[in-house]
């Protein structure tokens, strides 16, 4: 696992919440940029400290490499001298439970700032000119031994927090649906609505059910041999009116449900099937899946497509 540190003081919102980085191939005046280039060299497990206000709120694990994209329509006029030509790489963010300011623990961290391409003055201020830095290991130790236990305990699983990987995601749900048990803000049958419908249960799968009719991918209508499978994953909500958005869901067979949660199969918005290149075919016809041929699943609602987006592009692995 390498470390890295990227400066999201512009673009947090847009970044955190689309579970990507973006930044341009090149300077305004066409020179190279290491940090740049950096967005070339992540690697799937690494882990990215997000700086913004002079703190570290959030960890990032990179998902996949960076690849050629345009400038994100949800930037705006943020960056408006920036190309339009850039880089993207997909990242899974955590947001930290204990923010942590590097300025205060400058003393420690300044034996292990690296000699070049820094992302941190001699002070402890971040530096402007900065995107991507690369951060040595002994500089990762001390950040992470600033962070409160919980924070260390999902550093340590990062390597693990790349979709596919069901024990950390239970965990994670586990710890979301404990936060939500606690919420004195929250109704009581609106806590046991929300706790239902992480298995798929009660009012979620009544919304569901209004929406849905049968399983997309094999056609099977029987209500008892569906489960309610959330398309934006219940740990990837970023409300509760989402893990309960009937929109937010399709009925599968549990071969399908299995497939469509792990990312080895996704829908286009027409309701053409796409395929993982992780997966065998010949696994998918002893699940009874004929790819064969081409599967359409039906056209889907305005409100299902914006869900479909999140999991092509956050869930599905190409």
């Not at 991918?217 to 009116?241: F, M, Q, Y």
């Not at 290149?277 to 699943?297: E, S, Y």
């Amino acid at each position: 696992m390498a470390y890295w540190w990227v400066n999201q003081n512009q673009t947090y919102e847009q970044e955190v919440k689309g579970g990507y980085m973006w930044s341009p191939k090149k300077n305004r005046n066409g020179a190279k940029n290491q940090f740049y280039d950096n967005m070339t060299l992540v690697q799937p497990g690494d882990l990215v400290f997000s700086f913004r206000k002079q703190k570290i709120s959030d960890i990032g694990v990179i998902q996949a490499t960076g690849h050629s994209s345009v400038k994100p329509t949800e930037f705006g006029s943020i960056g408006e001298n920036w190309s339009n030509e850039g880089w993207l790489v997909r990242v899974n963010w955590f947001q930290l439970t204990g923010p942590i300011t590097p300025k205060r623990h400058i003393d420690q961290l300044l034996p292990t700032l690296p000699t070049k391409y820094s992302p941190l003055s001699v002070k402890g201020d971040g530096l402007q000119s900065v995107y991507l830095a690369a951060v040595p290991e002994a500089m990762s130790s001390v950040l992470i031994s600033k962070m409160n236990l919980n924070d260390q305990n999902l550093i340590a699983k990062a390597d693990k927090l790349i979709f596919g990987d069901t024990e950390v995601q239970d965990e994670l749900e586990d710890q979301i649906q404990l936060e939500i048990e606690q919420n004195t803000e929250i109704d009581r049958t609106v806590i046991q609505a929300l706790v239902k419908a992480r298995k798929g249960q009660g009012r979620y799968r009544r919304n569901l059910e209004l929406i849905e009719t049968g399983c997309r991918l094999t056609g099977v209508e029987d209500k008892r041999l569906l489960r309610a499978s959330h398309i934006k994953p219940w740990r990837c909500c970023e409300n509760n009116h989402e893990r309960l958005d009937g929109n937010n869901g399709l009925l599968l067979t549990p071969n399908a449900d299995l497939l469509f949660d792990q990312g080895y199969i996704s829908f286009q918005d027409d309701g053409r099937l796409l395929v993982s290149a992780q997966i065998h075919f010949d696994d998918l016809n002893a699940m009874n899946i004929d790819i064969g041929k081409p599967i359409n699943a039906g056209p889907f609602n305005e409100h299902q497509k914006a869900y479909l987006k999140f999991h092509r592009e956050n869930i599905f692995t190409v």
